[in-house]
């Protein structure tokens, strides 16, 4: 284990299928990259709530934004304990038997308490590198005083966080192994299509990772 990884804490030592469960940095890092949407959940006063949010990954924290006058984003900033999870789905798993279909997948879990972002350089900052892992090359306007003020920013710790993988085909019970049922896997990949233009958008050339296809 390197001083990076995060040691396992009750909430993120798995109980099921350990072996497929990773507190390695670099792990959590890389799912975290390679994914786009984060599932956010927090306890509020009527019962919990998740919602879905796009995000970045800057050194060891994940990046939020969102309206000031969210509800979730005022949760976050005052320190309310969060769960992020963010997963990729690699393929379905087709067994012989329904008890053992299965998904292969890669997970991250983060708990926590997020900071808020209130300087107004540091805000920039991480929305800017938020912006760029979003676009693709593309260089937008930047904010302007007012967006940013009505801009909530946040950032979360990966202190306490872990990785789940599965991968391979299904795991069938000796007994099934002579069915004449179909079994294997399906991967699945996210894929990027062709861009398409506003209308009023310059004959310029695009920009290369907007061509060149979606990593991962």
Known sequence: MTARDAAPSPRTRLQRHPERGSHERARVRDILD??????????????????????????????????RGSRLMQELASGAPVCVTVTLVD????ARSAFRCSM???????????????GADEKRRLLDLFVRRLTLGVSPRAASDEELAATAVVALELTESSAKLRSGGPRDLPGDLESNTW????PLRVVQLAPRAEPDVPQTAIPPLLSDGLAG
């Open 91 to 94: 393929g379905l798993v087709i």
């Open 104 to 118: 292969n997948y890669r997970s991250v879990v983060v708990f926590g308490r997020a900071r808020s972002v209130d």
């Open 34 to 67: 390679q994914g786009l949407v984060a599932h956010v959940g927090l306890a509020g006063p009527e019962g919990p709530f998740v919602l879905p949010m796009a995000y970045a990954r800057v050194a060891d924290e994940l990046v939020l934004h969102g309206s």
């Open 183 to 186: 079994a294997g896997e399906v």
